[in-house]
């Protein structure tokens, strides 16, 4: 099994509200061993270990003892761009959060939620998915989605209550400014506690086709996460490139690993990084020839080729004819 991994949007937002809490964001980066390259790339993936190191290297320096609730005030929907959008087109809040959780390993795999109704009563329950959580992780997660929310239905979410694994804090003042409801620690959840008719609210921007549009493109990321491998997460990384003029050290470097690491465990999956690139390299080719009128050297050059010629005789293996003749052929029919 592959180990679990977090986005680093997460990892960005995280650095983002321990910033402005005054705390050194290389700093951090450098305790958690943390390759600060990979902020640039959206699509990077972090392992799970190293973003706790850095949970646990903000909470040890922030200067207020409720540092994860004002972690989850700091982070909005901006911080998850695709992710949010899908949540904002969705029919009515109940949905939305059922795409949350179906989703949600695309942005961590640090914690899983589930939508539970009793009665009049529904809750959003979270789990960690690691024994060394803090209740600071908790507690942000906990805010980040009663925010959520209120963002969804534009209007604050009125809880029945809040329950909360860990033991009360000292000082409950800011756990009572934030969620203004009944809490409970020490209980056998982590959970939102509200009215269950609040599930079937309609969203005010609910498109089915735009929220169709936008779950493609997760479902995409999220089969390759789902795999489990360095083969998938190698799709994912493929996937997710703006263009594929990539190379294995590359991916190996997000990845935190060595090279000749990456290479023994695609092998162990019984592929190469060359063929999942090709593999990439072919279907997106053939996309880019069917939905644009892109000449061949603007896609050769996305496609990672030194050279249009060189992108025509490896079209011409994949698909026994050369790209005009495809898009000539393929789009006609």
């Known amino acids: 099994m592959a180990e679990k991994t977090v986005s680093v949007l997460w990892i960005k937002a995280l650095l983002q509200g321990a910033e402005q809490q005054g705390l050194d964001p290389a700093g951090l980066l450098q305790t958690a061993d943390i390759d600060a390259a990979l902020l640039h790339s959206p699509y990077a993936r972090v ?3 190293n973003t706790l190191r850095l949970w646990r290297a903000a909470e040890a320096l922030c200067p207020v003892q409720d540092f994860g609730l004002l972690m989850g005030e700091l982070v909005k929907p901006a911080h998850f761009q695709l992710f949010a959008l899908i949540l904002m087109h969705s029919e009515s809040l109940g949905s939305a959060f059922e795409k949350s959780i179906r989703y949600t390993r695309v942005l961590s795999d640090g914690g899983r939620y589930f939508l539970d109704r009793d009665g009049d009563e529904a809750c959003l329950r979270y789990e960690p998915q690691a024994a060394d959580f803090s209740r600071h992780q908790v507690d942000a997660v906990l805010v980040l989605l009663r ?13 029945r209550r809040v329950e909360f694994c860990h033991a009360p804090p000292a000082d409950l003042s800011q756990y009572q400014r934030i969620f203004a409801a009944p809490l409970q620690f020490s209980a056998s959840r982590n959970a939102l506690v509200f009215a269950a008719d609040i599930l079937d609210e309609p969203l005010a921007l609910g498109d089915e086709k735009l929220a169709a549009m936008h779950e493609q493109m997760l479902e995409q990321q999220l089969q390759a996460l789902q795999q489990e491998d360095a083969a998938g997460l190698t799709r994912h990384f493929l996937l997710n490139s703006d263009d594929l003029a990539v190379d294995r050290d590359q991916l190996a470097q997000q990845l935190q690993m060595s090279g000749r690491t ?8 019984g592929t190469s990084f ?3 690139l090709n593999e990439e390299r072919r279907r997106r080719a053939c996309a880019l020839l069917l939905s644009t009128d892109y000449p061949l050297t603007r896609i050769s050059e996305q496609l990672g080729f030194s050279e249009s010629s060189a992108f025509t005789r490896a079209f011409r293996r994949w698909e026994a004819m050369a790209p005009l003749e495809y898009r000539q052929l393929k789009g006609a029919g």
Not at 147 to 159: E, G, H, T, Y
Request: proline share 4%; glycine share 0%; aromatic share 8%.
């Open 274 to 276: 060359q063929q999942l």
């Open 262 to 269: 990456l290479q023994r465990k695609l092998q162990e999956c």
């Open 47 to 49: 392992s799970l270990t």
């Open 147 to 159: 925010n959520f929310a209120a963002w969804l239905i534009c209007r604050p979410v009125s809880l």
